[in-house]
């Protein structure tokens, strides 16, 4: 199968992560149970049964991306996750209908095993082709 399994997560850039996780473990039975932090940015992520959210915020203005995001729309979903069975099929179905790849298919690998990510781009109006 050549198709989307799951989702697998859900990234939003927020103005603070940390406030945004705590309101969402309080009001929503969120736990947290991963923090990545680094002098740019802090990524906490947060789930409640299946469902895995990441608060993203920057902490200095040198992302320009985020700082206007945030300037312009406020907190808001920046990615969306989803696990598939077959990267390699789901990536020639993507490039056969045309999906802009943004970042191609990478691995990343560390102690606690190894993932493949492709980034593609959407508008929220857009569909994944069906054939």
């Known amino acids: 199968m050549d198709g989307l399994a799951d989702f697998h997560h859900v990234e939003f850039r927020v103005s603070n992560a ?22 740019n940015t802090t990524s906490i992520a947060i789930r409640n049964g299946r469902v895995i959210f990441i608060m993203k915020s920057t902490h200095n203005e040198t992302d320009l991306e985020s700082s206007h995001q945030m300037s ?22 993507l490039v056969r209908n045309k ?7 990478t691995t990343l690998e ?22």
């Open 72 to 93: 312009t729309h406020g907190d808001a979903v920046k990615d969306v996750a989803f696990r598939v069975d077959n990267i390699d099929a789901f990536e020639e179905r």
């Open 99 to 105: 999906v802009q790849i943004l970042l191609p298919k």
């Open 110 to 131: 560390d102690e606690h095993g190894l993932v493949t990510i492709l980034k593609l781009q959407s508008n929220v109006s857009c569909r994944l082709p069906s054939c």
């Open 18 to 39: 940390l406030q945004a996780s705590f309101w969402y473990c309080c009001c929503f039975g969120f736990s947290r149970f991963a923090i990545n932090e680094d002098e």
